[in-house]
């Protein structure tokens, strides 16, 4: 594997090289604070669709969360592990739609 200092900087231009990018995460990472603040200080008589709209959000990979189990510490883990996963790759993908939509404007 190759451990160079630029090595995690090249990464992470690769994901969020753009303002589309960087927005998309900022709005999943905004998401996320929000159902983690509503699941741990609002009390609900039922249950919240808070945690819904991050997988909305991250879809079609974070529907990975799906298939998560119903309760418990290792599905709330799973959540807060799948979802911010789930929006990188999506960040990635978005990118790099970008930079070759950008080539072919280029080359056209």
Do not use: Q
């Not at 994901?15 to 609002?42: E, H, Q």
């Amino acid at each position: 594997m190759n451990d160079k200092p630029g090595s995690l900087r090249r990464i992470a231009d690769g994901v969020a090289d753009n303002r589309i990018a960087r927005g998309y995460l900022a709005l999943c990472a905004a998401l996320l604070l929000w159902v983690a603040f509503d699941s741990t200080l609002v009390h609900h008589e039922d249950a919240s669709f808070a945690g819904v709209w991050p997988v909305l959000l991250t879809f079609p990979t974070g529907s990975a969360v799906l298939a998560l189990p119903d309760e418990g510490t290792v599905a709330v883990a799973s959540y807060y592990a799948l979802v911010p996963a789930a929006a990188v790759l999506n960040a990635w993908l978005f990118s790099a739609l970008l930079r070759r939509l950008r080539g072919r404007a280029v080359r056209a």
